[in-house]
T-cell receptor, first 114, second 114 residues
Framework: ETGVTQTPRHLVMGMTNKKSLKCEQHLGHNAMYWYKQSAKKPLELMFVYNFKEQTENNSVPSRFSPECPNSSHLFLHLHTLQPEDSALYLC?????????????FGPGTRLTVT | DAKTTQPTSMDCAEGRAANLPCNHSTISGNEYVYWYRQIHSQGPQYIIHGLKNNETNEMASLIITEDRKSSTLILPHATLRDTAVYYCIVRPVNSGGSNYKLTFGKGTLLTVNP
């Protein structure tokens, strides 16, 4: 248990569906992240939120829409995805500021787009 | 970000020390060395980080060479549960901006054998 939870753990969706991934952190952190891990590829940073403000969008297609209503919750809204979007989506949190910045990751959501 | 170079894979016998090398020859004076690991189908897990001095915690030891161009992660008594991909990452010390960004490479697949 890292203090970061993600739901659902597994998701299968069609290309015309709309779904959302949820992340919650119980660590009192103020920064949250979405990463994508495709098969046999390194983790790719997608979005960064610092104090609920989006501070980085790593050229992610608009069919992925993040939302950070507060510093404990992070969502990734999905619509009209493509099969190549099938991947493990990981959420992480950290305490921004200071010098350390360890990131704590959730278990991920395994997404399959059919 | 400074780049790191790690072997693609390593093997280690259970109960023996696992020594995982990392080259970061272009590291800057204000960059930390971080180590994370990812057990199959789970989110990455923070292990340890250091700047100049050697560091030890309950999971591992980190040895950084005097010129800081390379480091070694040591798992003193490897167990089967230590089988994972180990990532060596360098990142700036200062907070703010994109300095909290972690760039994952391909890492080293450590296989601990019985």
């Amino acid at each position: 248990e890292t203090g970061v939870t993600q739901t659902p753990r597994h998701l299968v969706m069609g290309m015309t569906n709309k779904k959302s991934l949820k992340c919650e952190q119980h660590l009192g952190h103020n920064a949250m992240y979405w990463y994508k891990q495709s098969a046999k590829k390194p983790l790719e940073l997608m979005f960064v939120y610092n104090f609920k403000e989006q501070t980085e969008n790593n050229s992610v297609p608009s069919r992925f829409s993040p939302e950070c209503p507060n510093s404990s919750h992070l969502f990734l809204h999905l619509h009209t995805l493509q099969p190549e979007d099938s991947a493990l989506y990981l959420c992480a949190s950290s305490q921004a500021g200071g010098t350390s910045h360890e990131q704590y990751f959730g278990p991920g959501t395994r997404l399959t787009v059919t | 970000d400074a780049k790191t170079t790690q072997p693609t894979s390593m093997d280690c016998a259970e109960g023996r020390a696992a020594n995982l090398p990392c080259n970061h020859s272009t590291i800057s004076g204000n960059e930390y060395v971080y180590w994370y690991r990812q057990i199959h189908s789970q989110g990455p897990q923070y292990i340890i980080h250091g700047l100049k001095n050697n560091e030890t915690n309950e999971m591992a030891s980190l040895i950084i060479t005097e010129d800081r161009k390379s480091s070694t992660l040591i798992l003193p008594h490897a167990t089967l549960r230590d089988t994972a991909v180990y990532y060596c990452i360098v990142r700036p010390v200062n907070s703010g901006g994109s300095n909290y960004k972690l760039t994952f490479g391909k890492g080293t697949l450590l296989t601990v054998n019985p």
